[in-house]
């Protein structure tokens, strides 16, 4: 029987929890600012001492020695290079005054950790909102908009340093900016992803290494449905934003004919159901005409007034974008998208990626 006891248990329980999170993200972001601090007292001095033939090894090495006999471990030489790397790289954002005022709070009597927080609440400074190991994962990545785009997703996804780690090395980016118009690859960099149309949830290709198959080996649709069902978390996470999974082998039936759909999905952000059939053969017109209809059956019958038209993907190991253009007609709400059993080739991406903004940059000029 559940008494008294076990309720006051479980909301003291609840209070310690958020309390320990709570104090474990203020360390954190704490953290985040010294380290940034730290960054901008070396570059301070580099510069200074600019005319010396060479800055960094001996100093960076005595000045750890130092701090790590004062405040023991975690003052390497590596860690104060990845703090000037830091500095280096948020620099540009109007965060400096930082520094100075940490600096001046503290000689007054004021704690480090309360003037970072003081000043975090001001709208006119850049804040930092994750945890230092993200923007070690962060400050690996070259591109500055790619760099941007990581940031936003984390802060709004509420990444964890895993699930960010997995989504670079995914190239999330890269496949994203080539599922879009060229219009579009510069909005990434500044506002993340975002979903206002069907065309928004697509990328090419569809990254599903974490399912575990072998790409050298043939495997049917309904064991690469099954490791799918195995692995919903991480597909949900590689679909994108505001998927919420319904069904497997969702079944419907007129004409006293049954019909499945391999995946049932809805989209919460675009208020929309979304079908996904696999293919692991080549994709015929036959797969677009029977998506067709599946789609033609969820509006008419299983979407609400206020719902959005219904939204079919043919996930399939290649797709032939002619093949897609002539079955279907122009407004048709069908996609075909390609999956991979492996992480794409990154530099690849890149370099595509670059022509693309690259065009976008004449385009402007123009």
């Given at each position: ?28 972001t704490t953290m985040v600012y010294t380290y940034f601090g730290v960054g901008h ?135 994203l900016a080539l599922s879009r118009d060229k219009d579009e690859v510069m909005r ?107 789609v033609n059956y969820y509006d008419r019958y299983v979407k609400m007034d206020f ?60």
């Open positions: 029987m559940y008494k008294r006891e076990d309720a006051l248990f479980e909301r003291i329980s609840a209070l310690i929890d958020s309390a320990r999170k709570r104090v474990k993200t203020a360390v954190d007292y070396i570059v301070e001095d580099e510069q200074q001492g600019k005319e010396r033939a060479v800055y960094g090894k001996a100093i960076l090495k005595n000045l750890s020695d130092r701090l790590t006999g004062k405040y023991g471990e975690g003052w390497s030489v590596e860690t104060l290079n990845k703090c000037r790397k830091f500095y280096r790289i948020y620099s540009r954002y109007n965060i400096s005054e930082i520094v100075h005022s940490v600096d001046e709070m503290t000689s007054i009597g004021y704690g480090v950790q309360n003037s970072v927080i003081d000043l975090r609440k001001s709208e006119k400074e850049y804040v930092f909102r994750l945890s230092w190991s993200h923007y070690l994962v962060l400050m690996r990545i070259e591109n500055p908009e790619a760099r941007s785009f990581y940031e936003i997703e984390s802060i709004q996804q509420q990444w964890s340093v895993r699930q960010l780690s997995r989504q670079v090395g995914s190239s999330l980016y890269e496949r990434l960099a500044e506002e993340g992803q975002t979903i206002e149309k069907p065309s928004d949830i697509i990328k090419n290709p569809l990254t599903l290494e974490f399912l575990g198959l072998r790409p050298d080996v043939a495997y049917s649709e309904n064991k690469l449905e099954n490791a799918i069902i195995n692995k919903m978390q991480q597909f949900l996470l590689e679909l994108g934003k505001g998927f919420l999974f319904e069904a497997r082998q969702k079944r419907f039936t007129f004409d006293e004919q049954h019909f499945y759909v391999d995946l049932v999905f809805y989209n919460r952000l675009l208020q929309c159901y979304v079908l996904v059939d696999l293919k692991t053969d080549k994709l015929s017109h036959q797969d677009l005409g029977q998506m067709q209809m599946y719902e959005k038209p219904t939204i079919g993907i043919l996930l399939c190991e290649s797709k032939n974008d002619t093949l897609v253009e002539l079955t279907l007609p122009k407004d048709a709400n069908i996609y075909a998208s390609a999956y991979q059993l492996y992480l794409p080739d990154k530099t690849l991406l890149q370099a595509k990626v670059k022509e693309w903004i690259a065009e976008f940059e004449d385009k402007k000029e123009v």
